[in-house]
């Protein structure tokens, strides 16, 4: 096996060199998915890109030995299982978590819905975020529960909504309220399920009332934007049109002119007029990249600060270069599997999402 220390020792650029050659040499047996909050050089080595999603889908049709993730592991996960069992599923580094995803665990699920099925009586049907473990996943499926990422969540809470019950959003606060706002539930009839507090935190009379019972968890990077930073683009340069990530907080997503997925965003601004111009806010790795492919448009962050996805951006170069460079050594190393038993079930609830979705 080679060691990360001796890759670690290579400038970035000879890093880059030899996980371009070493993908060469593995030809059709790799493909590479990256996320679009990938940094340029690892966007530019992958095969497939995009948001999760279409990374959920297009893993689903990869017919190569080794899928190497560059993304964060709960997308590893749910590419391992929506792809067959001779395959294998790489995230070059295992520390790529997501914040987000670590706000509901398994057991906190479990106990929710015991507290809210079991003590209050009433009908749940979770729906949880892509952003979350395979045990989670698997809890909601077991429950007649939904998989939703943030192109399909209108579509995927409009139909559990429809199901004529209780709807417990996890584990993302503001995606589930700008989603359900938009489909018509008033705020009153959202309230927060805290799950480090034992009954939830918000009164059993709110849980009775509520439609939409919102998980206590958000993203790390987009909480950072505020309501004031639209408010700055509004007073000085009130042509320019604010487009953001429905991971915003309500007040954002609300003073924004648009809101949607990564690959909404990209594509928002691929057809944008040429001399318009942007604020987005989201993730700041994606919103240089675009300035950067959009010359003739003016687009810029929403915020002044650094909104950037740290976990994302574990996966550098270097840990690419040495995971392919053992592939192409016969050595499989940062393998993502999930066991059978949660397969099973957190892949009920994804296939459920891609019915919906389709
Ligand atoms: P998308 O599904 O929009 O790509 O979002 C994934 C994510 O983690 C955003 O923070
Ligand atoms: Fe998770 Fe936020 Fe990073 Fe997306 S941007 S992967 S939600 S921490």
Redesign the pocket.
């Known amino acids: 096996m080679i060691e990360l220390d001796t890759i670690r020792s290579l400038t970035q650029e000879q890093a880059l060199e030899r996980a371009y050659a070493a993908k060469a040499a593995l030809g059709k047996r790799l493909t590479i998915l990256g996320?679009?909050?990938q940094a340029d050089s690892i966007v530019e080595i992958s095969d497939i890109t995009?948001?999760?999603?279409e990374?959920s889908r297009k893993a689903a049709g990869v017919e190569s030995e080794f899928i190497v993730f560059c993304g964060?592991h709960f997308m590893a996960e749910s590419a391992d299982m929506l792809t067959s069992a001779h395959q294998k599923v790489i995230l070059p580094d295992l520390a790529a978590g997501?914040s987000?995803a670590d706000m509901a665990t398994h057991e906190e699920l479990e106990s929710a819905l015991d507290l809210l099925e079991g003590d209050l009586g009433l009908s749940i049907l979770p729906v949880t975020y892509?952003?979350s473990s395979a045990a989670v996943k698997r809890v909601v499926g077991l429950h007649g529960g939904v998989v939703c990422?943030?192109?399909n969540a209108a579509q995927v809470v409009g139909w559990a909504l429809a199901q004529g019950k209780v709807v417990l959003f996890a584990p993302d606060q503001h995606l589930g309220r700008n989603t359900s706002f938009k489909l018509g539930v008033p705020l009153e009839e959202m309230p927060l399920w805290d799950p480090r507090v034992h009954d939830g935190g918000a009164g059993q009379d709110a849980y009775r009332k509520a439609k939409v019972i919102l998980w206590k968890g958000h993203?790390s990077?987009?909480t950072r934007m505020h309501k004031s930073d639209v408010d700055h683009w509004r007073t000085t340069d009130p042509g320019r049109k604010v487009l953001v990530?429905p991971?915003c907080v309500f007040d954002v997503v609300q003073a924004a002119d648009l809101a949607?997925?990564?690959?909404?965003?990209l594509k928002t601004l691929e057809s944008a007029p040429s001399h318009s111009k942007w604020a987005v806010g989201?993730?700041v790795n994606l919103v240089q990249r675009l300035a950067k492919i959009h010359p003739d448009k003016d687009i810029v962050p929403l915020s002044q600060v650094q909104c950037l996805?740290s976990t994302?951006f574990r996966i550098d170069p270097w840990h690419l270069c040495w995971v392919l460079e053992n592939l192409q050594e016969g050595v499989v190393v940062n393998q993502v599997v999930v066991d059978s038993e949660t397969r099973h079930w957190a892949t009920v609830a994804l296939q459920r999402m891609l019915d919906l979705s389709k």
């Open positions: 996320h679009h909050y995009g948001d999760s999603l990374l964060v997501c987000m892509v952003n990422t943030s192109s993203c990077v987009h990530h991971e949607g997925s990564t690959s909404f965003i989201t993730e996805c994302m």
